[in-house]
């Protein structure tokens, strides 16, 4: 079992305009850089990502926010970021603005192979309307589909050949969920380590989810908001 | 009158001792640095954090390491990370003990707007509708007021719909409000040197005055 590929470019090869890409990362934290600009270099059109947030003017999505390669954003979160909200309110760019958990959840449903979920965020709001409502026991639920996608791109701290991940810190987010739900899922890892090294107790994210994987290179892991105490 | 960390010291003497509690951004935040002596309570960060700690020295930043609201942040010892459809899960699971987030408004039978100003901000929820959907006990901690000197407290919210009937309890400049449930502001507790009056001026909403109202004591 062999799925280490030589690096982005050949991770996003086969990557059509108008598809749609899961996009792992919470805020800068824990996205996959380096499939993101090997996605800006090869120039594809017209995505569709579905991800937390947007990235921010210069880094993350907004890089391909800047080339004007996104048709839809399907995100919780955008607060960061002024080039999308420029694009959303000119009318270039679509927006499905949907609760945090909802995303979270869409993106695990495919991965368990269910085809929706229900959840009671949203109720009585816009997020509702054209959806169906169930009630469980007293208690309003929203009928919400599974994700489907074309590619699944998430960044992992170690990996092995076998496609097995573990995640970081709070770099978790998003990335297990993701790397579950794309039907090709490509996972670009600070440390590529040899098949046995990973103990199978602590495997977040067994290899069976995912297709390709890459030793990442040159990360820049921006922190978006730098917060310290005074030492004593 | 409280400025900012007086409502997050307001808010804090509803803390207790094992409780789970999600602060939103904003006033919120402060609410950690007021935790009453001798109460332990877990905070969650809805990116996927159970034990937030606070934030590290300088130099000792870990970009892997942030909390909701992209802050960088540190972990303390029983802290746990997660992925965020499990921290999704424990909210809607109802095992988050406390809410306390920031609104534009707030009706009388407890619904929240806080997300969206139609044409203006298109900011997105967030976290924020998953968590009023199914938090047990949520606290609105917010300003009495908008920047326009127009009530954030209304019969009915103008503004897009975060949740509907979830507001609890309420702390602003002026006064400490629960929502009862058959609807209303009942005023609680005014803030040090405010008035009746000046609360019911500022108030849109049906407010509910039972006999004396005492002003607060903050230690």
């Known amino acids: 079992m062999n799925k280490i590929i030589a690096n982005a470019d050949e991770a996003v090869r086969d990557v059509q305009d108008n598809q749609t890409l899961m996009v792992g990362g919470f805020g800068l934290c824990g996205i996959p850089e380096n499939s993101i600009s090997a996605l800006v270099k090869k120039g594809v059109k017209g995505l569709t990502c579905i991800s937390n947030n947007a990235g921010v003017d210069d880094f993350g999505l907004g890089l391909l926010l800047q080339h004007k390669q996104i048709k839809k954003m399907i995100s919780s979160y955008v607060g960061e970021n002024a080039e999308f909200e420029r694009q959303l309110l000119s009318g270039e760019l679509e927006v499905d603005l949907i609760p945090q958990g909802t995303l979270a959840t869409r993106c695990m449903a495919a991965g368990y192979g269910m085809p929706a979920i229900f959840t009671p965020a949203g109720v009585g709001t816009e997020v509702a309307i054209g959806k169906e409502v169930r009630n469980f026991n007293g208690k309003d639920y929203l009928l919400e589909y599974a994700f489907e996608a074309d590619f699944a791109f998430v960044k992992a701290w170690k990996g092995d050949a076998h496609g097995n991940l573990i995640f970081r810190s709070t770099s978790r987010n998003f990335n297990p969920l993701m790397a579950m739900g794309g039907k090709i899922t490509i996972a670009e890892v600070e440390h590529l380590v040899p098949v046995g090294e990973l103990d199978p107790d602590q495997i977040h994210t067994p290899g069976i989810y995912v297709h390709r994987i890459f030793q990442g290179s040159n990360y820049e892991k921006r922190i978006e908001q730098r917060t310290v105490r005074p030492r004593v | ?219």
């Not at chain 2, 009942?186 to 039972?210: F, N």
Request: glycine share 12%; hydrophobic share 40%; proline share 5%.
């Open chain 2, 1 to 219: 009158m409280l400025d900012k960390n007086g409502i997050a010291k307001c808010i804090a003497r509803e803390l207790k001792d094992g409780y789970y509690v999600n602060l939103g951004i904003g006033i919120p935040t402060l609410v950690a640095n007021y935790i009453p002596e001798g109460i332990n309570v877990t905070l969650q960060s809805e990116n996927g954090l159970l034990g937030m700690g606070p934030f590290p020295y300088e130099g000792e930043e870990d970009p892997d390491l942030i909390n909701a609201g992209k802050q960088t942040i540190t972990t303390l010892p029983g802290s746990a990370v997660f992925d965020s459809a499990l921290s999704f899960g424990m909210i809607r699971a109802g095992k988050v003990d406390l809410t306390i987030l920031g609104a534009m408004e707030v009706s009388e039978n407890g619904d929240i707007a806080n997300w969206k100003i139609p044409g203006k901000m298109v900011k997105g929820m967030g976290g924020a509708m998953d968590l009023v959907a199914s938090a047990k006990n949520i606290i609105v901690a917010m300003q009495h007021v908008n920047k326009a000197g127009e009530s954030k407290l209304l019969p009915k919210c103008t503004l897009p719909l975060t949740g509907v009937g979830c507001v609890k309890k309420i702390v602003t400049e002026l006064c400490v409000m629960e929502v009862l449930p058959e609807g209303g502001f009942k005023l609680l507790e005014r803030a040090p040197g405010v008035s009746v009056e000046e609360i019911k001026k500022a108030t849109l909403g049906k407010l509910i005055i039972e006999g004396d109202i005492p002003e607060m004591v903050l230690s």
